[in-house]
């Protein structure tokens, strides 16, 4: 059985950090695309990262996070980490990450479709 699990969420004031970290198990993730997405109340979920790692290491991050979110991966550990660091209230939201089983980059880095696992999600609050 395939599972993703989130971690690392917390509250935070403004301008602090917080590491997440996405442990996928029952399955191990090679040359694929793994991806962040959030979900705020409210509103609708969006990718803010997402890195693909095979014969090229690639990252992609939304316009809104560029600067403060860095996504990375230990692929001897199957985990995804999403370092974000200078958050803003507007951060605040529910982070998933997602697991494409396919094994080639990622063509739609921020399209729910794109994906077949996910995570149950970790909580981001950020305070004023």
């Known amino acids: 059985q395939v599972q993703l699990v989130e971690s690392g969420g917390g509250s935070v004031p403004a301008g602090g950090s917080l590491r997440l970290s996405c442990a996928a198990s029952?399955?191990?993730?090679?040359?694929?695309?793994m991806s962040w997405f959030r979900q705020a109340p409210g509103k609708e979920r969006e990718g803010v990262a997402a890195i693909y790692t095979g014969s090229s290491f690639t990252t992609y991050y939304a316009n809104s996070v560029k600067g403060r979110f860095t996504v990375s991966r230990d692929s001897a550990k199957n985990t995804m980490y999403l370092q974000i660091n200078s958050l803003k209230p507007e951060d605040t939201a529910m982070y998933y990450c997602a697991a494409a089983r396919a094994s080639h980059r990622c063509y739609f880095p921020f399209s729910a479709a794109a994906y077949n696992d996910w995570g149950q999600g970790t909580q981001v609050i950020v305070s004023s």
């Open positions: 029952g399955y191990t993730y090679s040359s694929n695309c």
